[in-house]
């Protein structure tokens, strides 16, 4: 499990790829969170809003890998356009259900994600996506 989450705004993959060995700095939107894979997550979070199955959405290459190892050391991923758009899109119930079933998905898991803390991590990410859409950017994530 990573301890270090931080997803952020960025305008293109070379400029979130930069930011792999020293994560995302002042220059960067972003918001931290830690203790939870978010590689796992963003693909829960997107079969949750559209319903795509995990294992679709893995063989996919979801979430896209931008710079680093999958297996060891730090990474930069992408938020796929699909999830991005279902984020932006989702009203406020729809996030808090979201966020309860990603949650109770952790829970079956073996992991203890309280529900608030989930709602604040999916509102929040929603937000930042929002953001980074009205600006023409796109969402990554750096873990460490």
């Not at 073996?110 to 969402?139: F, P, T, Y």
């Amino acid at each position: 499990m990573s301890t270090l989450v931080k997803f952020f705004v960025a305008p293109d993959d070379t400029s979130a790829g930069l930011v792999l060995r020293t994560g995302p700095g002042q220059g960067f939107e972003s918001l931290s969170f830690g203790n939870f894979d978010p590689e796992e997550a963003v693909v829960e979070w997107e079969g949750l809003l559209i319903g795509a199955g995990f294992e679709e959405l893995v063989e996919a290459g979801e979430p896209r890998i931008v710079a680093g190892q999958d297996d060891d050391g730090c990474v930069v991923f992408a938020l796929s356009s699909r999830l991005s758009a279902a984020l932006a899109d989702a009203g406020h119930s729809r996030l808090r259900d979201v966020a309860a079933s990603w949650a109770q998905l952790r829970v079956e898991h073996g992991e203890d994600i309280d529900i608030r803390i989930a709602g604040v991590i999916v509102g929040d990410l929603a937000d930042l996506v929002s953001s980074a859409r009205r600006r023409n950017q796109s969402v990554y994530c750096w873990v460490a």
